[in-house]
């Protein structure tokens, strides 16, 4: 016998029975974002590897050591998208946005790949929501996008949900606090992990969210960015938090809130969920006002986050969400074996008027096919007597009535 094949490590199937779960998230924020006038927007999977290495950072884990990069047939390298927020600047810029009334406000969702080391919570293939507002440099937007987050967690019940919040000014008032937390590094160069000492030029900040013990002893000590923002920076960052607290928003400040891309500018956040231990966050992002320019565009500033679906689902299993009794609904026609083909076409009249219709496909008996029509979630079965009538059963409380086949759909209403 032939070698079964699996799915590749780091990825998995999504099952129907687990389908229900995932829609749920995915609609929740789709509501959210769409009556905020964010609209939808498709990027390609994969993209020039360049578009990669450029906005997210050259000196980055993702970068340097999770894309999914490959070379195509007439030999350009490509990479499998690993986040959605470069691909929808460049989206922004190749299809001329910027002449729009800003700010654009877009989202998507889909499936981005990372060559991570698979666990639970961390997959090489992952689903994220993602949120993208370009073209305004307000305060208003910053907190428009947190809101937008929470109020979706809120609303799909995600337990031990807490907000984290900071600054990282911007780039050219963080110079001199780069230059003075380097000074520090080296001045401790010798209780650093290797990885973090070879990153001190290039990117000190991810410093911060090292796991090597004697760098988290270092870091307690560090100077924080938060305390040397400019004014400018300082009073955004005041006018974001304003506007959270009216809003009734709960934050922890965390000064050490750095995230893993280097475009991130001002205000960065992210949501973490208590009940996945190590793999806490379920969502973040935060302010990227340079990354259109490093895309060769004018100078335009940004604000997005995402979302991921998976990590959010995993916390709502946990919770025994995902066993709720999903709702009834629809119609299953119960058929003795000479009358297959009328409930077929009665099924179809049925789905064409909007409503959920289903057959036995199995030549079951009649007590197969009502059990079947339980296992699907049929609100209702309608079974054939052959005359043009039925027997209309509710699923839930067992109540029947004679009715007309022909009435069906007027009877239940979709």
Known sequence: MAERFKAPRGTFDVLPERAPLRRRIHDAARRALEAAD??????????????FARGVGES???VQKEMFTFEDQGGRSLTLRPEATASICRAYLE???HKLAQPVKLWTDGPFFRHERPQAGRFRQFTQIDAEAIGSDSPLVDAELILLAGDTLAELGVPGVRLRLSSLGSPAARSAYL????????????EL???VRNRIDANPLRAFDADHEGTRGVMKDAPLLLDRLDPADA??????REHLDRNGVAYDLDPTLVRGLDYYTRTVFEFDCERLGAQSGIGGGGRYDGLIE???GPATPGCGWALGVDRIALALEAEGQADAEAEREGVFVVAPEGQ???ALALVTELRRSGIRADLDLASRAAKGQMKQADRVGARYSLILSGDGKGTLRDMSSGEEREIESARVAEEIGG
Not at 179 to 190: A, I, K, N, T, V
Not at 235 to 240: A, D, G, L, P
């Open 193 to 195: 992990s290797e990885e």
């Open 60 to 62: 980055t884990d993702i």
């Open 294 to 296: 490093l895309l060769g």
């Open 95 to 97: 299809h001329g946005m």
């Open 38 to 51: 964010y609209g939808r927007i498709e990027t390609p999977i994969f993209e020039d590897t360049e578009l």
């Open 340 to 342: 297959r083909d009328q």
């Open 235 to 240: 009073e955004h960052f005041e006018r974001v």
């Open 179 to 190: 230059d003075e937390l380097r000074g520090y590094l080296r001045s401790r160069e010798g």
